[in-house]
């Protein structure tokens, strides 16, 4: 993969639907507007209750950092579908990628046979791996899934059958993910028992690392039982949280002096995002497995998780596959993805804009002291802390309103995670309004 330019280079080319001139947000209805109501009395009325909306947004397309809804009305993404429009909405290379291989292969399962651009896209994610060393690759459907395949391989391949997870972790909503997630008590309750042999410890301060050797090591489980750590270099859904300088690497000597597997959840912080390939990069440590998802094809379904080479060469021909994972056109997606973070500089962009981000959300929290109590993130992964949960609700609520798409994550935060796209004056835009959210 080609290194990364010193500029960005713009996503030119709007669509019909998005002319110059046109302003960003352009809302010409009432929010929601009778379409989207329309599609939102349908959606309540046939699918599951179990889907956690946000708000009424009925998306109809979009292009760059730009939405626009069922309505005709325009929306400035700033949630990019929870992190995974990593290139934008609808960028033109990874779509030609898409409609190129679509018109050759939609299908054939590379768990029983060898599909050509299967192998090109873990040769291609392999090379960007921060792990030492030969890596092998694992394509699945979802970051989900991912963590499941991590999941079997680390107690496949140490023969122990503990593994530690953090509080305010998320990972997940199938049943061993699920386990692992202890972001909020209602992505159990009612689904118990969970997979056994899970146990959590506090996330990023020193008393993670007390709470491990004198209690969990101490009453609970001997070390050398423990398979893994899964750990989120930021954490996402648990509030974009950032642990502090050296507290990665102390985890790293933890698990080599115990012989346990250090896993990185690198689905939403992954990719580009933070303004490096993966979020663990900013430490300087190595994980043994890596998983990716979300942003990894620019919103198709691709999930991955890569390893030390020895590590997947133990387990033999069957122990783990996939129908669909790694499908000729999700591939197409992702290799197109990579490609473009690559050599359209958008590592760079994540770093300069997310800094015109964090200084201009911290100068909103000082203007409303009562009302946002923390500003943090790295790159384009940036939280906002607010006094209390209903006030991060209203805010998000307020945005939506006024078009700019935000999303809340832990207690009480929202999260800023826009496409890598975005441009500095789009940013400026988005500042304006959810200042405007925030006073109210």
């Not at 599909?115 to 090379?127: K, V």
């Not at 890569?306 to 996939?322: F, Y």
Request: proline letters at 7%.
């Amino acid at each position: 993969m080609t290194q990364t330019p010193t500029h960005a280079k713009p996503n030119t080319g709007r669509p019909e639907w998005l002319p110059e001139g046109r302003p960003v947000p352009d809302l010409v209805t009432a929010i929601p507007g009778p379409l989207s109501s329309a599609v939102v009395e349908r959606d309540l009325a046939v699918t599951s209750r179990s889907l956690p909306r946000a708000y009424p947004l009925a998306p109809r397309r979009g292009h760059g950092s730009v939405i626009e809804d069922v309505d005709g009305n325009l929306f400035l993404d700033f949630n990019a579908g929870i992190a995974v429009n990593s290139t934008g909405h609808c960028h033109p290379r990874v779509t030609a990628a898409v409609q190129e291989q679509a018109g050759e292969l939609l299908h054939y399962s590379a768990s029983d046979f060898f599909l050509p651009i299967y192998s090109q896209m873990c040769d291609a994610l392999a090379a960007t791996a921060p792990i030492d060393g030969p890596v092998r690759v694992f394509l699945s459907n979802s970051g989900a899934e991912a963590v499941e395949g991590a999941l079997k391989l680390a107690r496949y391949a140490t023969k122990r059958p503990y593994v530690i997870s953090f509080y305010g972790a998320f990972h997940g909503r199938t049943m061993g993910a699920v386990t692992l997630t202890a972001s909020k008590s209602k992505y159990h309750k009612g689904f118990g028992p969970l997979l056994p042999g899970v146990l959590h410890a506090p996330y990023g301060d020193d008393s993670t690392f007390d709470h491990l050797e004198n209690t969990l090591f101490r009453y609970e489980v001997s070390p050398d039982e423990v398979a893994a750590i899964f750990v989120e270099p930021i954490q996402g859904e648990g509030g974009y949280l950032v642990p502090p300088a050296g507290w990665m690497a102390r985890l790293r000597e933890l698990c080599d002096k115990h012989g346990i597997l250090l896993i990185a959840d690198e689905v939403q912080s992954g990719a580009g995002r933070t303004g490096k390939m993966w979020a663990i990069e900013h430490t300087g440590v190595q994980p043994d497995i890596l998983i990716s998802a979300k942003g990894l094809a620019s919103g198709l379904p691709l999930g991955a998780f890569m390893a030390r080479a020895e590590l997947m060469e133990s387990w033999p021909a069957g122990a783990h596959g996939s129908t669909y994972g790694g499908s000729p056109v999700a591939c197409a997606a992702g290799l197109a993805t990579l490609e473009v973070i690559q050599s359209e500089g958008l590592m760079e962009n994540a770093t300069t804009i997310g800094q015109q981000l964090l200084d201009g959300l911290t100068k909103i929290q000082a203007e409303h002291p009562d009302k946002i109590v923390d500003v943090r993130g790295v790159g384009l992964m940036i939280g906002v802390e607010f006094a209390t949960a209903d006030e991060a609700a209203a805010v998000q609520q307020r945005a939506f309103e006024r078009g700019l798409l935000v999303l809340e994550c832990g207690e009480s935060a929202i999260r800023m995670s826009p496409p890598l796209v975005i441009t500095a004056e789009e940013t400026q835009i988005a500042l304006s309004l959810f200042a405007e959210a925030v006073a109210g």
